[in-house]
């Protein structure tokens, strides 16, 4: 029986512009179903995304359920599109103040949003909580770029009993793509939910940067992929000192290098 690999992207080219994120948002997916797995994809509704170019569409049997965050209740949007050329049918997280008319990680000026913890936050349950109305069950969650990393420690935690989750393996992938800033001061306040408790944050600094999240992620991933060459070193040391599984930056061949990882981390 093949492998369910929930893939919860950052960006996807072509619907954002290319990089290197975005280019492994979409490759890495397609060398996955390739090989045999079946897979869910999401990423954030970008307010830079053009709708009607990308045939973005509302799937309305998944939309409509609001998301409490920092005590205000946020409406969570689902469209939905297939990737041209390929079987690959992602889903986009929506929401009028966290997206709509905003770019992605910084604004126009080249500012990092002060909200982007929230982003996060809204993004990582909105994701969850439609993969269980879809009735579906990842045996992999692989989380790719920072607007993916409260992932592993909800699944971990707030969501461990849910029967979509229950037996997940988290793997969180690493990219020299890093923000500067903060998350916003009540990013540790925001994050509580079920079991996701403010005890579990007190390791970490006050102060919550890029650098305190990637360990947050690390802290509640199975295994960490370094998904660049230059993927920040303290990260990966602290990867290394958590005793988790952690595959090295595979260059171009990476394909079999994953389906190798996820053969590791999840055991048949």
Request: with cysteine; charged share 25%; aromatic share 12%.
């Amino acid at each position: 029986m093949a492998k369910k690999v929930l893939f919860i992207n950052q960006e996807i080219f072509p619907y954002v512009p290319e990089s290197e994120m975005s280019t492994m948002g979409r490759d890495v997916p397609q060398k996955i179903q390739e090989g045999g797995y079946e897979i869910r994809t999401f990423m954030p509704k970008w307010g830079n995304i053009n709708e009607r170019r990308g045939n973005l569409h509302p799937v309305i049997r998944l939309s409509g359920m609001n998301i409490i965050i920092d005590d205000t209740d946020q409406p969570l949007l689902i469209k939905v599109a297939t990737i041209p050329n390929s079987r690959i049918q992602v889903y986009f997280i929506d929401n009028d103040d966290y997206f709509l008319k905003r770019q992605m990680t910084v604004d126009e000026l080249g500012q990092e949003y002060p909200d982007n913890g929230e982003r996060a936050i809204f993004f990582a349950r909105g994701v969850l909580e439609t993969v269980k109305k879809l009735r579906w069950t990842p045996d992999i969650i692989h989380c790719q770029g920072w607007m993916s990393a409260v992932i592993p420690l909800y699944v971990k935690t707030a969501y461990h009993d849910e029967p979509a989750f229950a037996n997940a393996k988290v793997i969180t992938s690493l990219f020299h793509d890093q923000p500067k800033g903060e998350l916003g001061e009540n990013f540790k306040r925001c994050i509580e939910f079920r079991e996701a408790t403010n005890e579990l944050l007190k390791p970490y600094k006050e102060k919550f940067d890029f650098i305190e999240l990637g360990k947050l992620a690390i802290d509640y991933s199975d295994g960490i992929i370094a998904a660049s060459d230059d993927v920040n070193k303290e990260l990966i040391e602290y990867a290394n000192q958590q005793n988790r599984m952690v595959q090295g930056f595979p260059g171009n061949d990476f394909g079999d290098a994953y389906k190798q990882f996820y053969d590791q981390v999840c055991p048949e």
